[in-house]
């Protein structure tokens, strides 16, 4: 499975983004999704995930503003970005496993995607 990234870009503090991921292959609709973001000399933070069946999960500092979802059909996960902060730039990374096996902190995805940058400005 090949993942492609888009959506990234510069926003002010208080914006909206909506991140896009396209995968090839025909395992997209039993593969976990998720996003993951490395901030500038930060180690990378696992952001959200969404199971194969469309459960979805989220670190702490990002709920009640971000959205992950997905549309099997077009093989492809979102991440709405709402509220955008400042602490929110970095490079997001969409990531996937297979097997119906959920995306997670501490599980190494079986794929990633190349990254889009997300810069919020104050």
């Known amino acids: 499975v090949q993942l492609q990234a888009s959506g990234g870009g510069l926003v002010q503090a208080g914006g909206s983004l909506r991140l896009s991921c396209a995968a090839s292959g025909r395992t997209f609709s039993s593969s976990g999704m998720g996003w993951f973001r490395q901030a500038p000399e930060k180690e990378r933070e696992f952001v959200s995930g969404?199971?194969?069946?469309?459960?979805?999960y989220y670190i702490d500092s990002v709920k009640g503003r971000f959205t992950i979802s997905r549309d099997n059909p077009k093989n492809t996960v979102y991440l709405q970005m709402n509220s955008l902060k400042p602490e929110d730039t970095a490079v997001y990374y969409c990531a996937g496993r297979g097997r119906y096996r959920s995306v997670t902190s501490w599980d190494e995805p079986d794929y990633w995607g190349q990254g889009t940058l997300v810069t919020v400005s104050s």
């Open positions: 969404i199971t194969w069946n469309g459960d979805t």
